[in-house]
């Protein structure tokens, strides 16, 4: 499916805001203008290496046995971080559902977002996360990480059949799908009651545009497709739902990628009432 990079933080904006504007030749970032998803994998290393795998699982190891805060993309944080608007969420959703909070996070790795705020549910009294993921990402959530409030599924049918989902999370995940608006399509079709887009890449233009990503060698040594989407045609690919809040992950954490301003934003939205 995909792999996507959530290790970004506002010194890791200044970081590539100085490598895109002030070095000849920039090292990590975004570049590149792709008229296909085959001509940019072409350039590409991928992320469904297992040494990505095996970075992700001794840093998630760090964080159960309490050597780190918490976990993002094999990067390990020795403090809490969090967005306050995406805790609130999630603690309104197990509210509005009498304590119950069940995810279905695409693309969650080995329950990173989980692991990072699960003693910020407050709200919750019973939390199921269901991760969704690549086939080797979840044979290793199901023999080393899955219990019962964490649960790893190969496909989004697998989970639905299993579980009452509240909220499916997207998190840094739609830009790495070689086809992101079919896949919206397909998720809007299970008419879960709240979607949430969380630290998605937008860009300033009148079209979505294709990129090739370079992921900083301090994380892995990595580099995949990755799309800069248009924040208009995302919002009008959710059918049936209203967007009902909006928020800035990374505080106002910009980007300038060729002439371009490119900016993170989250999205939740609301399943309308009869599809209406």
């Known amino acids: 499916m995909k792999q996507f990079i959530k290790y970004i933080t506002p010194d890791f904006f200044k970081k590539i805001y100085r490598s895109l504007s002030t070095r000849k030749h920039p090292v990590y970032g975004w570049f590149g203008d792709y008229t296909s998803w085959k001509e940019a994998q072409k350039k590409c290393t991928g992320y469904d290496t297992g040494l990505i795998l095996n970075k992700v699982k001794e840093a998630t190891l760090k964080v159960i046995r309490g050597e780190a805060a918490f976990e993002r993309d094999s990067v390990t944080f020795d403090q ?149 989407l248009n924040k208009k045609n995302v919002i009008e690919a959710i059918k049936g739902y209203e967007l009902i809040q909006t928020f800035k992950p990374y505080a106002d954490a910009t980007l300038i990628i060729g002439t371009k301003h490119a900016y993170f934003e989250a999205l939740l939205f609301k399943k309308k009432h009869n599809g209406n």
Not at 104 to 119: A, C, K, N, P
Not at 148 to 174: D, G, N, Q
């Open 80 to 228: 809490l971080e969090y967005v306050p608007e995406f805790v609130n969420i999630l603690n309104e959703i197990a509210e509005e559902n009498k304590g119950q909070l069940r995810v279905l996070d695409f693309g969650g790795s080995l329950g990173s977002v989980y692991f990072q705020h699960r003693s910020l549910l407050n709200k919750a009294k019973n939390t199921e996360w269901n991760v969704v993921e690549q086939k080797h990402f979840v044979d290793c959530g199901k023999s080393e990480f899955a219990d019962e409030h964490l649960r790893f599924y190969y496909s989004c049918e697998e989970c639905l059949r299993s579980a009452k989902i509240e909220i499916l999370l997207l998190s840094s995940v739609l830009p790495y799908l070689e086809k992101p608006y079919d896949m919206l399509k397909e998720m809007t079709g299970y008419s879960i009651p709240y979607i949430l887009i969380d630290r998605t890449i937008f860009i300033d233009d009148d079209r979505d545009r294709l990129t090739l990503q370079i992921v900083p060698k301090e994380i892995y040594e990595a580099s995949y497709p990755c799309w800069l």
